[in-house]
């Protein structure tokens, strides 16, 4: 027997953010829970709206299967003593399950003797004897950054619980949840609805409160939104901006959404629309339109959560909000424009970055130090880089960007361009934050990037320094991420920065006696895990961060790494790995030195043919570098065509000599030859 | 017969009378106050008047930051003037000043239909809730410098925020139980709405036959003095010297557990931070440490209030409360 179950707690408004996220933790805690005890379902649903959680399980078993629990008692001979009376074991054991006779016992056979065992029948519980611990756990189990309590209660959740319900098809189950016994009755829409509605049963729930103005679906009511936003677009012909965040957080605000569109003054438009957008979706949650050309147009969308008797009222109001809220970005736009971007910089020393690492100032003077270091090396020009450095963190004592944090960056390209700076500089301006998350977009202009990598680089060598390093779990300067910028830009740029020489110069500009080696592994690990997340091997990585040429240009690693990767695809591949694990054994047994080869020397055809392969194969991998993977692909296939050599020296050729000369001879060519392999990569250190 | 259509008339004017109430009863920016000083007054609130001394908040005044600690229980309604010096726009923006008007109920223990409570007072101030479109959205309440928290929400009239709603988790440092449900309006933009106008300035605060005076009337010339107060002429060094007076005097109040005495060092040692403030005159970094030096005051506060009130054995507490309160609450602590 099955029937469909539902649960749902009413509370009062639940915050937006976190609701999707509640609902299907509470799910997936459910569904855990009732595999514990071993109740059969089909699936659960959840539904979520700002005042209440509920899901539905349904072809719910209405029993657990029974149980045998099995008991292993004292064994037979123990049981009984030599006159067949029950022994201390015996009756200690009876006592302990609540018998009184051996009768009661089977017998089990085993390898050692027989034993006595106690079969437990034990009938499955009822899912109304279970329910409740079940979901109660499930409650328990949520991850809730901070509970609350009400009232007078000593119950602690997200918000305060007015009811539950909980209906095994049309039966309610009684249990408790925050001091709430469990019914059928619930509230519909805060305004629309009749007051206390009652649900029939499980089947009903989701057209009960339809019927009381309350779309329980998450998802539907997120589609509902969407088709509603369309319509306006459509209707003002115009386009909608739906940032998919936000109407997660609308979709959450509301029980019963209606689509209204308002409008404010054009003059507005003479701000930046990214301030104005700032301040319609953060402070408002409204939707934004644009015209074909994709140009702001002084509209939004706000989605109500009523059917309004006089939806115009509704507008109107919200046209009054977002007017001194636009005025206010006026006003901070207007004001931050009267003195020049430069003249921050007096306001900068009062921010600090980093209490030994000091002021804004400080930082802005060793970002456009740095910046220049960089650009000098790139073939940037270098005083728009140096420039762009100092003005880069000027627009953080603006009034726009105390208003609108988000805006940081922007709003100082945008003053840059007002103060007559130089396009490029402004640009740089922009883009020197990114990119602001992981797989973010990157900086694209040579200035952008090259102040973007002093930026970060002067935050990693800076905290590193003073001992602060991410650790696993805190990162607070996003250090991680600051990390795997600058290793993708310096890739995607197509630079040849020397990144050890440019962490030195970031060192040394602090004040302090700041190492490099930290950081630099730090960077390498970073890369490597890039790397490992495109679905390359970390060994592919290691074998190029251990070959003789260190990793100081990060785009011909890059190449070198990509070359491998392809070359261990190819056939020929295992076989020179192998040789080349071998050698690096002997070499490192024998702890050989760099030493002359005398072809003299040799005894086995197979030597000379290697000796010979070693030279030609030299001269081709000293072919001109050009900067591109095609070139290491190159190399390596060079080095594959060794692969026959090595392979009949390997197999005619006792590298162990008894003769002291003849051996040190041929460890001075593998070494050789190692060496040569070791100028791309480290093969040996390739997995099979 | 006869007696249904004076049913019917009855009903009639007492719709009428009662829709005479309502458009009445928010008219004038006093009306605003009047109405909602009665309706919570029939609610059982205690009706206070304003803290006679400068405060960010409502949640300053000792009827609140006080009464919340402990078992007590406790319920009060009044209206609050507002002091923040970094709001000052000289006047010249439509709703930001630094000087406004707060309407601050508290109830404690908050009662399980305390949202209810609260649309009901909207609607004695004539707004139906099936015209505007009014919703809780999720706003977390955290003071750093009074050490305390509570979670909320801030309340939506057709996207504008009219109302501050909390539930006080800890004050001064210390766990709230009962718990304290605030619910604090915003009396100038509540008043825009019923008024329909787009400026503080154009308030009505009051009428009487065909004389009017608005909020301008009464403010404006203030608002610009004090703006200029705030931002051009406070005296910077003599601020820092009152914050450390009112610091040390705290602690010395507090020795000598005068701890309400106390209290009114920390609400004028937090407006001497927030001119401060004003005026740029604190770094980031310092900005931390004089936080804290105010929490710290807060807190000290808190507890010697709290003392004091357990030797007086809670006189305002329910038994039953005061009973979980000492078992459960204090004896985690």
């Known amino acids: ?215 329980v679906d998450f998802e539907e ?246 001992g602060q390093p991410p650790t696993g779990s805190k990162d607070p300067f996003a250090l991680r991420r600051q990390a795997l910028g600058v290793i993708r830009i310096c890739i995607e740029s197509g630079w040849q920065l020397d990144v050890k020489a440019t962490l030195s110069f970031a060192a040394t500009q602090h004040n302090g006696d700041f190492g490099t080696e930290a950081v630099y592994d730090y960077m390498l690990d970073r890369l490597g895990s890039w790397y490992q997340d495109q679905g390359i091997p970390a060994d592919s990585f290691a074998a190029v961060r251990n070959s003789n040429i260190p990793v100081v240009d990060l785009r011909d690693c890059d190449f070198r790494v990509r070359a491998i990767q392809a070359f261990r695809q190819q056939p020929l591949a295992a076989s020179l790995v192998a040789a080349n694990k071998r050698v690096a054994n002997i070499l490192k047994k024998t702890n050989s030195q760099p030493a002359a080869v005398d072809p003299g020397l040799f005894i086995e055809a197979a030597e000379r043919q290697l000796h010979d392969a070693l030279g030609k194969a030299k001269i081709l991998l000293q072919a001109k570098h050009s900067d591109n993977q095609a070139f290491y692909e190159q190399q390596c296939l060079v080095l594959a065509g060794l692969q026959a050599e090595v392979d009949r020296y390997f197999d005619g050729v006792m590298v162990m000599a008894d003769d002291p000369a003849i051996r040190a001879n041929r460890i001075a060519m593998l070494y050789q030859m190692r060496e040569l392999f070791l100028g791309i990569a480290d093969f040996s250190l390739l997995q099979d | 017969m006869g007696m249904a259509i004076q049913a019917v008339a009855f009903a009639i004017l007492s719709a009428i009378l009662s829709l005479g109430q309502i458009f009445m009863s928010a008219a004038t920016f006093q009306d605003l106050i009047l109405t909602l000083q009665h309706y919570w007054a029939d609610q059982g609130c205690v009706l206070m008047q304003p803290y006679d001394m400068e405060v960010g908040a409502g949640t300053f005044h000792p009827a609140t930051f006080l009464r919340a600690i402990g078992p007590e229980n406790w319920q009060a309604a009044y209206v609050q003037p507002c002091r923040r010096p970094n709001d000052g726009r000289y006047g010249e923006n439509p709703n930001r000043y630094q000087y406004y008007y707060q309407f601050q109920v508290m109830l404690k223990p908050s009662p399980d239909n305390i949202q209810e409570l609260y649309l009901n007072s909207l609607r004695h101030l004539g707004i139906d809730p099936l015209v505007h479109d009014i919703r809780f959205v999720e706003d977390n309440w955290e003071s750093p410098t009074l050490g305390a928290w509570g979670l909320g929400w801030e309340v939506w009239m057709d996207g504008m925020e009219i109302t501050q709603f909390t539930y006080f988790q800890q004050v001064g440092g210390l766990e709230c139980y009962p718990v304290t449900g605030e619910i604090t309006y915003g009396l100038e933009r509540l008043a825009l709405y019923l008024q329909g106008v787009e400026d503080f300035q154009q308030l009505i605060w009051s009428k009487s036959g065909t004389s009017v005076v608005t909020y301008a009337d009464v403010f404006h010339q203030y608002e610009v003095e004090m703006s200029a107060y705030n931002f051009d002429y406070s005296d910077v060094p003599a601020l820092f010297k009152q914050f450390d007076f009112c610091e040390t005097e705290t602690t010395r109040l507090l020795a000598a557990s005068l701890p309400l005495a106390a209290y009114e060092f920390v609400m004028k040692a937090s407006h001497a931070f927030n001119l401060l403030d004003a005026r740029q005159a604190i770094s980031v970094t310092e900005r931390q440490r004089f936080i804290l030096r105010v929490r710290t005051l807060a807190r000290g506060v808190a507890q010697a209030y709290y003392e004091s009130r357990k030797a007086l054995d809670f006189p305002l507490a329910d038994a039953e409360i005061k009973q979980t309160f000492l078992q459960e609450v204090m004896s985690g602590e």
């Open chain 1, 1 to 215: 027997m099955s029937n469909n179950l539902l649960f749902e707690l009413q509370t009062e408004e639940l915050p937006p953010k976190s609701l999707s996220q509640l609902i299907s933790q509470l799910v997936a805690n459910v569904r855990l829970e009732l595999n514990k005890v071993q109740i059969d379902f089909t699936d659960i649903r959840g539904f979520a709206t700002p005042r209440r959680l509920a899901l539905i399980v349904t072809d719910m078993a209405a029993r657990q299967p029974d149980q045998v629990l099995e008991r292993r008692g004292p064994a037979l001979q123990a049981a009984l003593d030599q006159d067949g009376e029950p022994t201390k074991a015996l009756g200690g054991f009876l006592r302990s399950c609540g018998l009184t006779d051996i009768s009661q016992l089977q017998q089990q056979e085993t390898p050692k003797g027989t034993w006595l065992v106690y079969e437990q029948h034990k009938a499955g519980a009822g899912v109304g004897e279970l329910i409740e611990a079940v979901i109660s756990q499930s409650l328990a189990n949520l991850p809730i950054d901070r509970k609350m309590r009400w009232g007078a209660t000593r119950t602690e959740f997200v918000r305060p619980v007015h009811s539950a319900i909980l209906l095994y098809g049309d039966e309610v189950l009684p249990a408790r949840f925050f001091d709430c016994d469990t019914g059928r009755v619930t509230l519909g829409h805060r305004f629309m609805g009749q007051g206390e509605t009652c649900i029939a049963s499980a089947n009903d729930y989701i057209e009960a409160l339809r019927a009381e103005y309350v779309i």
């Open chain 1, 221 to 466: 009511r997120k589609s509902t939104i969407r088709q509603q936003l369309q319509a306006i677009a459509t209707q003002e012909n115009a386009s909608i901006v739906i940032d998919e965040n936000l109407l997660d957080e609308v979709t959450a605000l509301v029980e019963w959404p209606v689509a209204l569109s308002g409008g404010f003054d054009p003059a507005f438009l003479s701000v930046p629309e990214e301030a104005l957008i700032s301040a319609m979706k953060s402070h408002q949650r409204y939707f934004h339109l644009v015209d074909k050309a994709g140009k702001l147009l002084p509209r939004f969308v706000t989605v109500a959560n009523i059917r309004s008797t006089q939806p115009d009222t509704v507008i109107k109001g919200n046209e009054r909000v977002i007017s001194p809220r636009l005025s206010d970005a006026a006003f901070f736009f207007r004001r931050d424009q009267e003195s020049p971007l430069q003249s921050n910089l007096v306001r900068l020393e009062s921010i600090v970055f980093q209490a030994k690492l000091g002021t804004y100032r400080q930082k802005a003077q060793r970002i456009s130090a740095l910046a220049g270091f960089i650009a000098e090396q790139t073939g940037i020009d270098v005083s728009m880089a140096q420039r762009a450095g100092l003005l880069c963190k000027a627009d953080l004592v603006t009034g726009m960007v105390g208003e609108f944090p988000e805006l940081q960056g922007l709003m100082g390209s945008y003053y840059a361009r007002h103060d007559g700076e130089a396009l490029e500089v402004a640009e740089a301006i922009k883009e020197h934050y990114l990119p602001t998350f992981s797989g973010g977009e990157l900086p694209q202009s040579g200035v952008g990037q090259a102040v973007a990598i002093a930026d970060k680089l002067d935050t990693l060598t800076g905290l590193f320094g003073i």
